[in-house]
């Protein structure tokens, strides 16, 4: 079984940067196995896929409302992903999640999660 735990969430200003940290732990095979999403829900709205990274293979994937401004990355010896964020925008503001999937491949709709994270808190406002 794994456990993921979001964090470094926080209340940042427009333009602002925010780092977001995916720690896994509880694992019996080496986390290259994985995939691993970050998704974000605001009030109101649905879930978001925001961005994706194949550990295996080393690739990413965005949507196309974040690239060019948020980053995902991995430290595979602390079993940690990462969600560098640049440029904030309002509607940034959300509830960022991280997802964990046994697959070789990056995020393509109708993906089906084995692991999630509680989420952490992502608020951009002057």
């Known amino acids: 079984q794994v456990n993921l735990v979001e964090s470094g969430g926080g209340l940042v200003q427009p333009g602002g940067s925010l780092r977001l940290s995916c720690a896994a732990s509880g694992l019996t095979i080496s986390i290259l196995n994985y995939a691993v999403d970050w998704f974000r829900q605001a009030p109101g709205k649905e879930r978001e896929f925001v961005a994706s990274i194949s550990l295996s293979a080393d690739t990413a994937r965005y949507s196309d409302s974040v690239r060019g401004r948020f980053t995902i990355s991995a430290d595979n010896a602390k079993n940690t992903v990462y969600l560098q964020m640049n440029s904030l925008k309002f509607e940034d503001t959300a509830v960022y999640y991280c997802?964990?999937?046994?697959?070789?491949?990056?995020?393509?709709?109708?993906?089906?999660?084995?692991?999630w994270g509680q989420g952490t808190q992502v608020t951009v406002s002057s």
């Open positions: 997802a964990a999937r046994r697959s070789t491949y990056t995020y393509t709709p109708g993906d089906v999660y084995a692991y």
